[in-house]
C-alpha cells in the first residue's frame, strides 16, 4: 500500500463554491490563466485557490513543507512529469492528476462542476479546456474514451499548525 505525503495545511486551500454567473452554466473556473509577463502584477490580486504539487516521490512522508509550483511553472513543466492539483470544492478537498490525461493541458485551466441527476448531485467533476472532456473528481473516470485520471485520497489530520492535508495514490478500483 502506498504511504501517505503531506500537502500542506488545509487552511491554504480556500473553498471553490459554483459561480451562478458563469457563461458556461454551472462550471466554475479554478484558476485564472497567468498573467502576461509584460504587465504588471497586482499585489492585490488574491492567490489561486489552488495548489500544484511535484509527483508523490517528490513530496514530504515527514510533515516538512511540500514544494508548491506556481501555475507558470506547473505549466511550464507540465509535460516533463507527474503534479498534483490540490483544491476544496464546495468544502470537500480533492488531489487529481495536475495534467490531462488525453492531452496533458494543465487542469488548473479547468472548470469544475456538479455530476446531477434529477437535481441531485451525485459527484462532481472537472473539464479540460482544451478539448472539454470531462472527468469525474472521485473516480476519474472520463466521459469519453476510456482515459483515466489519476485521482488521489485525500485525509485531513490534526497537526501542530492546525488541520492538514494528506494525499496518496488511490488505489485501483477503489472509488470515492
Request: proline share 10%; with cysteine.
Amino acid at each position: 500500500m502506498e504511504q501517505w505525503h503531506y500537502a500542506g495545511l488545509a487552511s491554504t486551500l480556500p473553498n471553490i463554491e459554483p459561480t451562478p454567473t458563469d457563461p458556461k452554466a454551472g462550471r466554475t473556473r479554478i484558476s485564472k490563466p497567468p498573467p502576461d509577463p509584460w504587465d504588471e502584477v497586482d499585489p492585490n490580486e488574491p492567490p489561486p485557490p489552488c495548489r500544484i504539487l511535484p509527483a508523490l516521490s517528490h513530496t514530504q512522508s515527514n510533515g516538512d513543507e511540500p514544494h508548491e509550483l506556481s501555475l507558470q511553472e506547473a505549466q511550464d513543466t507540465v509535460m516533463l512529469g507527474a503534479q498534483i492539483l490540490l483544491f476544496r470544492y464546495r468544502g470537500k478537498v480533492h488531489a487529481i492528476d495536475h495534467s490531462c490525461p488525453h492531452a496533458s493541458y494543465p487542469l488548473s485551466r479547468g472548470s469544475l462542476y456538479d455530476i446531477e441527476d434529477f437535481g441531485i448531485v451525485l459527484s462532481a467533476g472537472v473539464v479540460c479546456p482544451k478539448h472539454g472532456w470531462s472527468f469525474d473528481l472521485h473516480t476519474g473516470s472520463s466521459d469519453r474514451g476510456k482515459y483515466q485520471l489519476g485521482v488521489y485520497e485525500v485525509e485531513t489530520r490534526e497537526g501542530s499548525k492546525g488541520e492538514e492535508v494528506w494525499v496518496r495514490r488511490k488505489e485501483k478500483g477503489k472509488a470515492g
